[in-house]
């Protein structure tokens, strides 16, 4: 399966085998890296151990390309990227920026898929901003 992340500033490749790779900043301005899972729903992460941040926290996300900020303009607790599909298909993909919370949302045009137990948290916002 051939699916890339991009960023939506650089169009940057941000994924690297089965993760997505991306610069981080916690509250108390810790700076590192971290991966995450490409599937979406999939949370897992991978990240320096020294590099800490707790649960609940809000993490600003960066590319580690051209260390734009990624968030969305939906709303201040979630990122953004391009993921580009097999078919060469492009959506916009919205996460939470929120260590822990798992809310993931697939955009297309006024189609959304979503994944993630706490997803339901942004669907007013999400659906708000979609031209239905």
């Known amino acids: 399966m051939n699916i890339n992340y991009q960023c939506p500033h650089c169009n940057g490749y941000l994924n690297v085998n089965d993760y997505i ?10 700076v590192g890296l971290i991966s995450l899972h490409n599937e979406l729903g999939n949370y897992a992460v991978q990240k320096h151990p020294e590099f800490e941040y707790k649960e609940g926290e809000q993490l600003d996300f960066y590319c580690p390309i051209c260390h734009s900020e990624l968030a969305s303009e939906v709303h201040k607790k979630l990122a953004k990227i391009i993921m580009i599909d097999e078919e060469n298909s492009e959506f916009e993909i919205l996460f939470s920026r929120v260590a822990g919370e798992k809310s993931t949302y697939k955009i297309v045009g006024e189609t959304m898929k979503i994944f993630g137990d706490d997803s339901a948290e942004y669907l007013d916002f999400l659906n708000l901003s979609m031209n239905f």
Do not use: G, I, M, Q
């Open 21 to 30: 790779l991306f610069s981080v900043r916690t509250a108390d301005h810790k």
